[in-house]
Structure formats: C-alpha cells, structure tokens
C-alpha cells in the first residue's frame, strides 16, 4: 500500500517521521513517498530537509497523511488553488491520516464537515477560524470517522500509525514495530473514538 506523506515548509519532523517509522518497518506491506506543492526541497521546523516529489492529486492512493507544524498556518493561507491541490488529494486517498493540527488543513477545505477528529493542543481562535462545522472530541488521542483519522498529538499519531498498521497490514506485524521501535502499544485502550 502507498503512503504519501504531505510535506511543506515548517511541518513537525515527528508527525511525519514518526509515520514514516512505523510504515517503513513494514517495507512488504507499505511503500512510502514523500510529496510536496512545490516538488522540491522542504525544510521542517527542526531544519532537517527532505527532498519531494510533487503532489499530483490523481496519483495519490493509499494513506495520504498530513503533518502538523508551524507551516500548517501558513498552508491555511495560501491561494485557494493549493487548497484545491491537497483537498483533491484527500478526495483520492483510501486513508487520510492527520497529525496534530495537520488536521485544520482538510478542515479549511471543507472535506471534514460535520466529520468528527481529535482535538489537538491549539488555541480556541485557531479552532474556531480552521475547524468550523468539524465535531472536535476532546480527551481522544486519535479519532476514525470513516476514512479520516485524526490524532491529537505526535505520540498518538504513532499509535494510530500502528493501528493502521493492524488494519491495513497484520495485527502481530503492528506488535512487532511497537516492539521494535520501545513503544508500549495497547491495541485495545480505549483513547480512540470511532
């Protein structure tokens, strides 16, 4: 399965690197690309640079997951056109994955009205000019509202990296990762809504 990994100036390096770990430790499962508006070099907020090939909207299968970071604002005030670009993209992922507040991307476009995601640590004024007509549930460490996962955090989009490895791969592939990588994944806790 593909796993595009959205990418733009100033994202989180562990909202998408975290990703990135859990679906590359299952390399027969998951293939991962690394995408961006521009097609070029993307700096994160921790200035590690990464280098992208250019979001195509029709080409996006698989999990498209979006990072958060200092960069998603600036995303959420760009030209309505790049909007289009990444809303498209969501419209043609299978499993659109948002960290943090990666989320208020898809949110602004309107794709997640009246869906349900996991609130993240945010200001009230960011929440209500980015996630109008979105349900926030507050205490959730992640969120599935159909094919929309949302997790409130960095930590818990590693848990729901895992999941969706138990989901789309195998149960004992996701218990082999968590254990692996020293995390202490619980399959059955119960800080999800879906």
Known sequence: MEVNILL??????????????????????FHINYLSLTGNIVNSMQGIKVWTELLEPDEVHGILVIPG??????ILYQDSESLSVIKKAVER?????????????????????????ADCRVDANWKRMFTAGVSIVKGAGWVADGKFYSSS??????????????????????????????????????SFYQ
């Open 8 to 29: 733009f100036d100033d994202f989180d390096s562990m909202d998408a690197f975290g990703a990135a770990e859990i679906f590359g430790r299952a390399p027969e499962h």
């Open 69 to 74: 970071g200092r960069g998603a604002r600036r």
């Open 93 to 117: 992922s299978g499993v659109c994955m948002m960290v943090a507040n990666g989320s208020a991307i898809p949110a602004q476009t309107g794709i997640l009205f009246r869906r349900k995601i």
């Open 153 to 190: 955090s960095t930590m818990t989009g590693i848990a729901l990296a895992l999941s969706l490895v138990a989901d789309y791969a195998d149960y004992d592939v996701a218990c082999r990762i968590a254990e692996q990588i020293g995390y202490k994944w619980d399959a059955e806790d119960e």
